[in-house]
Antibody, heavy 120, light 107 residues
Framework: QVQLVQSGAEVKKPGASVKISCETS????????IHWVRQAPGQGLEWMGA????????TYEQKFQGRLTVTRDTSTSTVYMELSTLSSEDTAVYYC?????????????WGQGTTVTVSS | EIVLTQSPGTLSLSPGERATLSCRAS???????LAWYQQKPGQAPRLLIY???NRATGIPDRFSGSGSGTDFILTISRLEPEDFAVYYC?????????FGQGTLVDI
């Protein structure tokens, strides 16, 4: 079955970086964009960026430009999200989710989420 | 950026009642690239509706979506106990993708 499995929880100090993985399975990797969405405690959903696994082109929300890097490894069907220069405002649950290229479907399968805590 | 405004913020209803949730966009959402998600505490969001009115796989027919342009509606015809959750609309017609702030449907 289709699965997106994310890496485990992280605790980071301010100024550090975090890298989260999203391992996909059960479908053709290059046929679906992978998006990253985060949710701060008690808050709503915030879109961060996305990658086209076919070619690796990325698009980022402007507020994360310069701090966010999304990459993919086609040999393992895994996408990585790295966020640098962390502050307490980056404490959140981070989700990966897929969307089919060229379709009108939304984000139809989500990872389980990765909790990132930024604290000194 | 397209701003999505959901109303009401909270909807207090009972099982069996009808829920009507609104999502208004600051500019037209092209090709109805508008989705609705349900999120329960401690869980990832779940896709309910895509393309404004199409139910995702496995979604019960008590959930329906409608609208176009800037005004969209999610209707739950008869609330089941498991439907009490937060609902988000999202547009994916324009970058950056954006979400509404959510509507809590509670008892």
């Amino acid at each position: 079955q289709v699965q997106l499995v994310q890496s485990g929880a992280e605790v980071k100090k301010p100024g550090a970086s975090v890298k989260i993985s999203c391992e996909t399975s059960g479908y053709i990797f290059i046929n679906y964009y992978i998006h990253w969405v985060r949710q701060a405690p008690g808050q709503g959903l915030e879109w961060m960026g996305a990658i086209n696994p076919s070619g690796g082109r990325t698009t980022y929300e402007q507020k994360f430009q310069g701090r966010l890097t999304v990459t993919r490894d086609t040999s393992t069907s895994t996408v990585y999200m790295e966020l640098s220069t962390l502050s307490s405002e980056d404490t959140a649950v981070y989700y990966c989710a897929r969307r089919e290229r060229g379709s009108s479907w939304g984000l139809d399968v989500w990872g389980q989420g990765t909790t990132v805590t930024v604290s000194s | 950026e397209i701003v999505l405004t959901q109303s009401p913020g909270t909807l207090s209803l009972s099982p069996g009642e009808r829920a009507t949730l609104s999502c208004r966009a600051s500019q037209s959402v092209s090709a109805s690239y508008l989705a609705w998600y349900q999120q329960k505490p401690g869980q990832a969001p779940r896709l309910l509706i895509y393309g404004a009115s199409n139910r995702a796989t496995g979604i019960p027919d008590r959930f329906s979506g409608s609208g176009s342009g800037t005004d969209f509606i999610l209707t739950i015809s008869r609330l089941e106990p498991e439907d009490f959750a937060v609902y988000y609309c999202q547009q994916y017609s324009d970058s950056p993708l954006t979400f509404g702030q959510g509507t809590l449907v509670d008892i």
